[in-house]
């Protein structure tokens, strides 16, 4: 049978192309959710959403061909992804219609080709993290997560002035477009469905590909930092996505935290530390790379980390003798969390291999790193070796 997945564009029936019409003129078997089915007389209707539903109802129809209208496009967080495996045994036509970005993105006079694009409609997601590393941020809301209330995330993440834009009933004659900055429009309400463009002028992107943050970018004084090289080799073995939540205990002045706040740009990083001098060291290198995701944590750890939510990845360069404690209270939020701990003693290294031993993380990798840096006297240049380092990391092996 002919089946035709259609893009019905917006919900207006300006919005729809010409070969959807056709296509939906030849069908006598019309399927979709309520409201698209609405206006069409002398056909069978079925309102239904679910693929597996809609796949159910096609192999039963007695002839084709059958429609399926689906809103917006068919390639723009549609249900057509989940039908295409379904309906295998069909022939399946696509007709693309006109997505709520394309049309919003026109509204406004701009062009998308570099939107940045996030879906928090009825799923997980970090869209303040997406729109601080991105200058441009399409963000679909619905459900319990409305536009408002990203505006309200988005002042908490330190991003109030970010400039946003919302489309509510697109397409329709009561259509409305709201545009301010977040802090203006937080706590707003808006529909349910609204789309939202936010606009980030500076948005924190890395200089490089690869972590190469200098030492000298941080401010020091006389807290501990975790030194350029060793931090370049940590944050590799730390296995970062761009979505991870990543804890870092006993952060220093928070060197760790800042690259791993770059890498993890969608993501989340929490900076625990209990030294005061430090936690403000901290702040400052915060604010100096305008790291948004990056959260301060003061205190010591592991009563610091009870609150904290769960992580994928924790960076561990401070302990102050409590290492066995914060290992389980990461494996206990995450059973699949991976460590990485630095040691500049032999007793710390054997402290970290009793704990892996211990808490079962068997899948481990160990290596040690001897850095030596050039500095001049005089008209000379020295080798001025560094301390050794060694870099352990490691994950519960699970099946």
């Known amino acids: 049978m002919k089946v035709y997945l259609v893009g019905v564009g917006l919900g207006n029936p300006d919005t729809m192309t010409v070969a959807a019409r056709r296509a939906i003129e030849e069908s006598p078997l019309l399927i979709g959710a309520p409201r698209l089915l609405e206006g069409y007389e002398g056909k069978t209707l079925l309102p239904l959403i679910a693929a597996a539903d ?51 993105c026109a509204r406004l006079r701009t062009p998308w080709q570099d939107v940045h694009l996030v879906s928090a409609h009825g799923r997980s997601h970090n869209a303040p993290g997406a729109v601080q590393s991105h200058g441009k941020t399409f963000i679909l809301t619905g459900g319990s997560y409305r536009a408002g209330d990203l505006c309200a995330d988005l002042c908490a993440w330190g991003l109030e002035n970010v400039r946003v834009s919302v489309g509510e009933r697109l397409s329709y004659p009561d259509e409305a477009i709201t545009a301010g900055t977040a802090g203006e429009l937080a706590g707003r309400d808006f529909d349910s469905l609204a789309v939202v463009l936010a606009e980030n002028p500076a948005p924190v992107r890395r200089p490089f590909q690869a972590p190469a943050l200098s030492d000298g970018d941080f401010l020091r004084d006389k807290v501990p930092m975790t030194k350029e090289e060793i931090r370049c080799l940590s944050i590799a073995k730390l296995h970062l996505r761009p979505d991870h939540t990543l804890w870092d205990v006993g952060a220093g002045t928070g060197s760790v935290s800042c690259e791993g706040a770059l890498a993890v740009n969608e993501g989340r990083v929490y900076a625990v530390e209990r030294k005061d001098e430090a936690v403000e ?11 948004s995701n990056l959260h301060i944590v003061p205190g010591l750890a592991p009563e610091a980390l009870r609150e904290l939510p769960a992580p994928d990845r924790v960076f561990l360069g401070g302990t102050a003798g409590s290492m066995e404690e914060i290992l389980r209270c990461a494996l206990e939020k995450n059973p699949s969390v991976r460590f990485v701990v630095n040691a500049v003693t032999l007793e710390t290294l054997s402290e970290i291999l009793r704990c892996f031993a211990a808490l079962g993380i068997d899948d481990t990798d160990m290596v040690q790193v001897s850095v030596t840096r050039t500095r001049k006297a005089g008209s000379y240049h020295l080798m001025d070796a560094q301390n050794p380092v060694w870099i352990v990391s490691g994950e519960v092996r699970h099946g």
């Open 54 to 104: 809609i796949a159910a109802a096609i192999n039963s129809a007695p002839e084709g061909p059958a429609a399926v209208l689906l809103s917006g496009d068919v390639g723009f967080y549609s249900g057509a992804r989940n039908l295409y495996p379904l309906l295998q045994a069909h022939q399946v036509v696509t007709i693309p219609g006109i997505s709520s970005l394309v049309y919003f």
């Open 281 to 291: 060291l901290l702040r400052r290198n915060r604010e100096a790379l305008g790291l």
